[in-house]
């Protein structure tokens, strides 16, 4: 892929690219240059030389058309070199370069490109060493810098890429990087952004793809998260079991010098406790002989007899 491109730009570099409208203008011409030629030689019968003269003038006009007209796509502009030296910007559309004593030494592409980069093995501040993808949004805003200022735009601006995320990622701890993609983003852009601008591009945006750290340190900060969890958890226990305290605090002070609605709450709960089938309540004898339990667990026992004969 890598060996295409680089034949691709050289081809571009070289003027090699002919449009469909130059080869028929092209031939057009040949063809007519050999058409009258035959006509002239048809009706004057001119000599030989003078024939293939005339034939040879037209094509080299033919040729010369050939490699004159050109034509650049509507997100294209064409660099102009005249003996070498920068001449003009042409394009988008059908332009002409004058053969031999101008060339095209770069299409420029003004549409939003997109360029992975990553840095792999980059230690945090931290010293954590962790592998970072990501994209880069950028696009040309002037084609002369893009083609004056640098030999290969598009690969420099990988390498500044691909830099500015390395020292971005040295200069931030573990934790911050996590949490802190927006932060990372927009740092990295401002950095790259810098140093393309002299190179007549502009970032538009970056974005973080993805963040790979090593596996026994992923698993240790699962563990501490876990960990982290069911301490909450034992908080949030204990801060229950305060307001349930609070709660039968309060309620104790509605019986504390009240003993029959003690007595009463206090028969409630064995007769719930006693109603459930299999229950087995355990009572002090002092609470049966002061609140006549007995009694109340004989009436309880017997209500269920009667209910199962029933």
């Given amino acids: 892929m890598e060996k295409k491109e680089k034949g691709l730009r050289l081809g571009r570099s070289l003027n090699y690219r002919i449009p469909p409208i130059a080869i028929v203008v092209g031939l057009a011409v040949m063809g007519i240059g050999v058409l009258i030629a035959y006509l002239l030689d048809s009706v004057t019968q001119l000599p030989e030389d003078v024939v293939g003269g005339i034939v040879a003038v037209f094509v080299l006009l033919g040729i010369f058309l050939l490699y004159g007209i050109k034509v650049a796509n509507q997100w294209e502009k064409a660099i102009i070199l005249r003996f ?17 004593i101008e060339s095209i030494a770069n299409w420029i592409d003004h549409r939003v490109m997109v360029t992975p980069f990553s840095a792999e093995k980059t230690l945090t501040k931290d010293t954590v060493p962790v592998d970072v993808d990501a994209v880069l949004f950028w696009m040309v805003w002037d084609a002369e810098k893009a083609a004056l200022e640098v030999e290969d735009y598009q690969t420099a601006i990988t390498w500044a890429a691909q830099t500015a995320l390395r020292e971005v990622i040295g200069q931030m701890y573990l934790a911050d990087i996590l949490v802190g993609r927006a ?10 952004d810098e140093r393309t601008t002299p190179w007549g591009v502009t970032v538009q945006s970056v974005e ?5 750290i090593p596996q026994d340190l992923e698993d240790a900060m699962s563990r501490q ?10 908080v949030i226990l204990g801060e229950s ?8 605090a309060e309620a104790a002070q509605a019986y504390i010098n009240n003993p029959t609605a003690l007595h009463l709450r206090a028969m409630n709960m064995l007769f719930e406790g006693l109603k459930e089938k299999g229950a087995l309540v355990i009572v002090p004898s002092s609470a049966v002989d002061t609140m ?4 109340l667990s004989g009436l309880v026992s017997l209500a269920k007899d009667q209910q199962i004969e029933a």
């Avoid at 932060?183 to 790259?192: F, G, N, S, V, Y």
């Avoid at 006549?292 to 009694?295: A, I, K, P, R, Y």
């Fill in 225 to 234: 998260a876990q960990a982290e969890r069911e301490r909450q958890a034992r």
């Fill in 84 to 100: 070498g030296r920068f001449k003009k910007l042409a394009g988008p559309g059908l332009f002409w370069v004058t053969p031999v």
């Fill in 183 to 192: 932060k990372m983003d927009a740092e990295l852009q401002r950095i790259i």
């Fill in 208 to 212: 973080i793809r993805d963040i790979v």
């Fill in 292 to 295: 006549n339990l007995g009694g």
């Fill in 241 to 248: 079991e305060k307001q349930i305290a609070a709660s039968f």
